[in-house]
Each structure stands twice: as C-alpha cells, then as structure tokens.
C-alpha cells in the first residue's frame, strides 16, 4: 500500500511547468529515435534498413532536420497533455483510495492510465498531425506547420481524420496497464528487499524497467494506429504506408497476412533505446524545475540542494508562507 499525497509546497502552475519543461526537453534530447520508431510503425522506404541506415538514409534525402521532424508539435502537445493528465489522475486516484488515504499499487497504475487515457483522447488531433509532419517529405511537404496540417486534413479528410485510430488509445492501455502492474508486484523479488528502502537510482531502474515491458505489451496497438494516422489518400503514396487496409481490425490483419506477425513490433528497438535517456532526462529536470520553485518560494536554502530553510514551516502553502512572511514584517 502507499500514501497518495502531492507537494502542496507548489503551486498547480509550477507543477505543470516543471513537468512540461521536462518532458519538452526529454522529447527534443530523443527527438531522432522517435521519428525512427514511427517511419518504422508505419513502415515507409527510410526504414527497412536498420536504425544507422535509416537515419543515413532520411539525413541524405532530407536533411539532419529531418530527425526532429514532429518535435514541436509533440512539444507543444505536452503542455496541455501534462495539465488534462494531472487533474484526471487528481481525480481518479480518489476512486482507488480508502478512507485513510492509502492507495494500492494496482490502483494507483489503474489511476494513472485512465488519466493518460484522457489526456491522450482530448489532445489526439495533434497526435495525428506529429505523427503526418513525420512522415511527409521535409523537402516537399504536403504541410507547411502545425496548423496548416490541422487546417488541411481537416478541410480534405474531415473531423474524422484526426480521431482516426483514437479507440487504440484506449484499448493499449489495457496491455500497457498490465505490464506495469506486472513490473510493479515483483520488485521485491526482483531486488530483494521491501520496497520502501528502494534508492533512487532503483526507482529510476524500476520506471525504465516497467516501461519498456508495458510499451512492449501494447507495441501492437501503437502499430496499428501509426499506420492509421498516417494513412491518407490526399498524400503521395497514401502517406507511405506499407500496407493497404479499410479499418482498424483490416489493418491488423493486412500487416500479418502480407509482413509478418514482427511487422507489429517494428521499431520497437529505436523504441525502448529512447526509454532510458528520456525518463532520466525528464526526472533531472523536473528535479531541478521543482527545486528552483522551492527555492523562490522560500522553502530550500538553494536551488542545488534540498537543504530546509530555518524555520519554515514546509506543511505551509505558497500563498500562506507568503502572507506569513509579510505578516511577520509588518509586526517587525
């Protein structure tokens, strides 16, 4: 069992801003095996070589901007991705709670997948035009920017357009879910120790390790619903897909029939080499983000440490340390 609490020493807007900074920088630093995973989900001619041919090959035909082709928008996207995510977890976790407060560790992955559930569901349109602005030839572009793509396939595809493949969301969470939970009850084991004495460094261990099994798990579902997004018949080549297909199920059944049961997996390996550099470039800087707001809202004595600042009170909010330290001055 665990404690669900969260830092009240933040503000709501410092914890976003901590967390999208983070993850905008985590997302640029691992920008190239991203695109590298989704040429190879959707299986266009820069793939079938392997990860240094690939980047040879698009870096040739492109350009070296072409590896952080979709960066921005999947930048951009995190922003109110990471706010709709923590006010869902916010409220599902109080789903799963008792009444002491505690929350299981089933409850709390439970809690956290509905919300990226939600999350991923609000914001899929810009999902679909990262997942276009990758594939399309950088050189020839079929869209000029983010809004041009939205305006675009809008315009010729249809609202439609930019949910297609939005019910894959929702159902690799399942198979997502599942492995985390299947990482999270066997750390003990794993490590052979409770798991209220993990380091750090074990924790960290711990997130790469439950995320390269679950994103394995729901690799398929990702699979299919690149293939969806990029599919079109307003682009060249149907937007370099290499199957043909009429649906989500057809689309399952087309890449096994004609690539091979793998084909589902492609990519997975430029996939789980980008786990390891972006949680721990996302969890230092969301560290340090956080550090420096507890540092100028007069909880640390300094933004490189965690050292207390004398006599504060730390269960005191922003707002309240604030008025106390100006109700203390005007009494001086």
Known sequence: MATWKRDSRLTALQRLSCAGLAGALS?????PLEVFTVLAQVGTHHSRR????????LC???????????????????FPYSALQLAS??????????DLGHISQWGSIMAGSLAGMVAAVATYPTEVVKTRLIVQNRLEPSYKGILHALYMIYHQEGV??????VSLSVLGAIPFSIGSF?????????????????TPVQNFVNGCLAAGVAQTLSFPFETVKRKMQAQSPCLPHHGGVDVHFAGMVDCFKQTVKT???LALWNGLTANLLRIVPYFGVMFSTFEFCRRVCLYRNGYIDSPLTYKLTPGVDQSLKPKELQEFKLLGRRSF
Request: with cysteine; glycine share 12%; aromatic share 14%.
């Open 27 to 31: 997302h640029s630093l691992t920008a």
């Open 50 to 57: 392997g990860l240094w041919e690939t980047g040879r090959s």
């Open 259 to 261: 690539k091979g049961v």
């Open 182 to 198: 299947l990482v999270y009850t066997h750390l003990d084991k794993i490590w052979g120790q409770p798991s209220i004495r993990f």
């Open 89 to 98: 977890y916010r409220r599902f976790v109080l789903l799963f709670v008792d």
């Open 160 to 165: 439609a357009a930019l949910y297609r493949g």
């Open 60 to 78: 040739k035909a492109e350009g070296i901007g072409a590896l952080w082709k979709g960066n921005l928008t999947a930048c951009l996207r995190l």
